[in-house]
């Protein structure tokens, strides 16, 4: 069980408790523009989801909370062991921001993936669009490392995504980690 904490903010597993929030969540328009959920998103299809998840290697879903109200969700999908690296995921909840949940959950997130999980490495697809995100992506230190056109159909529409890298020394280095 991980369970990761910076004064108002925490990140910990996801838990089954947790379904009818992230469905709330993910079903508000402010907060799904640029998610790629076949919505709506039901609670039932998010149970099954959660039960094939729960034991998988290959990822490591968090809820994010603020003054132990759920904010967000945050993790990291294709966990690559041998390769040492993972794609990292973030949402927060449009009542929640302004405040730094992403940026201080997201730093708990990669201490944990650099010093426990031994990784070298994070990196995360986002829209072209996603400007907002592309900020906070900037502010913790990853950098675009590319385009990719036409990468994938989401409601019959071609979408492009910038992918973005963040290595292990480059992250300490710019929070002066020995």
């Given at each position: 069980?991980?369970?990761?904490?910076?004064?108002?903010?925490?990140?910990?597993?996801?838990l089954?408790?947790?379904?009818?929030l992230?469905?709330?969540?993910?079903?508000?328009?402010?907060?799904?523009?640029?998610?790629?959920?076949?919505?709506?998103?039901?609670?039932?299809?998010?149970?099954?989801?959660?039960?094939?998840?729960?034991?998988?290697?290959?990822?490591?879903?968090?809820?994010?909370?603020?003054d132990?109200?759920?904010?967000?969700?945050?993790?990291?999908l294709?966990?690559?062991?041998?390769?040492?690296?993972a794609?990292?995921?973030?949402?927060?909840?449009?009542?929640?921001?302004?405040?730094?949940?992403?940026?201080?959950?997201?730093?708990?997130?990669?201490?944990?993936?650099?010093?426990?999980?031994?990784?070298?490495?994070?990196?995360?697809?986002t829209?072209?669009?996603?400007?907002?995100?592309?900020?906070?992506?900037?502010?913790?230190g990853?950098?675009?490392?590319?385009?990719?056109?036409?990468?994938?159909?989401?409601?019959?529409?071609?979408?492009?995504?910038?992918?973005?890298g963040?290595?292990?020394?480059?992250?300490?280095?710019k929070?002066?980690?020995?």
């Amino acid at each position: 069980m991980i369970k990761i904490s910076n004064n108002q903010i925490a990140i910990r597993n996801f838990l089954k408790k947790d379904i009818p929030l992230k469905v709330e969540m993910i079903n508000k328009k402010d907060n799904n523009k640029f998610l790629h959920y076949d919505l709506p998103l039901k609670e039932e299809k998010t149970l099954a989801w959660f039960e094939n998840a729960k034991n998988d290697t290959s990822r490591l879903d968090l809820t994010i909370l603020y003054d132990d109200k759920i904010a967000g969700m945050i993790g990291l999908l294709n966990i690559d062991k041998r390769n040492k690296k993972a794609e990292y995921y973030i949402c927060v909840d449009k009542a929640f921001s302004g405040k730094g949940i992403g940026t201080i959950a997201s730093n708990l997130l990669f201490e944990y993936a650099f010093d426990k999980m031994k990784l070298n490495k994070i990196y995360l697809f986002t829209e072209k669009n996603n400007i907002i995100a592309q900020r906070l992506f900037e502010k913790l230190g990853f950098r675009k490392e590319g385009l990719l056109k036409d990468d994938m159909i989401y409601n019959d529409k071609l979408i492009n995504r910038f992918a973005y890298g963040l290595c292990r020394d480059e992250y300490y280095a710019k929070n002066n980690y020995s």
